[in-house]
């Protein structure tokens, strides 16, 4: 409202930097949260690529534009990068329905304070999962950990009050003779494995967790 812009969206990266995803939309937009695109696609993209601000005058002849913007009553398009430990994590995007052809540089000053406060915003998130994930995950293979499997079983237990379940504890036998012929790296690959083949038959029909060494 501030800077008059008829929509504005924070996007950033997925987990393996290959595309950005829309985390919140602000005013009139076909764009919703959740929404994901390449890095190809849109001002977005290209700001996450050049590491930097992005200005379109016009963004219906904007060559890398989305069809569904491009469709909407929206002329002139500005990205500002959202920068953590420097590097591009994710973008503010500011959209105009009156053409301009340059930002005011009072507003672009806004845009630059809001997109600090974003990124900080942003990192503060990834800290807290990032701790959340420590204390839960088995770094190995992404698993419960002990403390989280007897949390989640013992929350399990008084939904399921009166029905049925089973319990399966695997041992994984002569693991030590894989890691002293073999090597570490290829005993935790197995435990890896053997992880990932757990989890697509349970496929969210249950718990699944590393308990400890191999467990």
Same mark, same amino acid.
């Given at each position: 409202? @501030? /800077?008059?812009?008829? *929509? ?15 985390? *919140? ?18 001002? +977005? ?5 050049? !590491? ?5 005058? !016009? ?5 890398? #534009?989305?069809?569904?913007? &491009? ?6 398009? @500005?990205? %500002? ?40 915003? @942003? ?9 959340? $994930? ?16 007897? &949390? ?25 003779? +894989?890691?002293?012929?073999? #090597?570490?790296?290829? #005993? ?8 990932? $083949? %757990?989890?697509? /038959?349970?496929?969210?029909?249950? +718990? !699944? ?7």
């Amino acid at each position: 409202r @501030i /800077i008059l812009g008829a *929509h504005s969206t924070i996007s950033t990266l997925n987990e393996d930097g290959t595309q950005w995803i829309v985390r *919140h939309v602000a005013g009139h937009s076909s764009l919703q949260a959740g929404d994901s695109f390449s890095l190809e696609q849109g001002i +977005i993209g290209e700001t996450i690529q050049r !590491c930097e601000t992005v200005f379109v005058r !016009c963004y219906k002849e904007y060559k890398r #534009g989305l069809p569904q913007i &491009q469709a909407e009553d929206v002329s002139s398009y @500005i990205g %500002l990068p959202l920068q953590i430990d420097g590097k591009t994590a994710g973008v503010l995007a500011v959209a105009w329905k009156d053409r301009i052809d340059t930002v005011d540089p009072r507003q672009e000053a806004i845009l630059r304070q809001y997109a600090n406060i974003a990124a900080v915003a @942003i990192a503060r998130a990834k800290d807290h999962e990032d701790m959340f $994930s420590l204390a839960y995950r088995d770094t190995l293979t992404g698993l419960p950990n002990r403390y989280s499997f007897y &949390q989640e079983l013992q929350q399990l237990l008084q939904k399921k009050k009166g029905m049925a379940g089973y319990l399966f504890l695997f041992d994984l036998d002569n693991l030590k003779l +894989i890691n002293d012929s073999l #090597g570490h790296s290829q #005993g935790d690959a197995f435990i890896r494995s053997v992880a990932e $083949s %757990l989890q697509q /038959i349970m496929a969210g029909s249950g +718990i !699944c967790a590393r308990l400890g060494g191999d467990e």
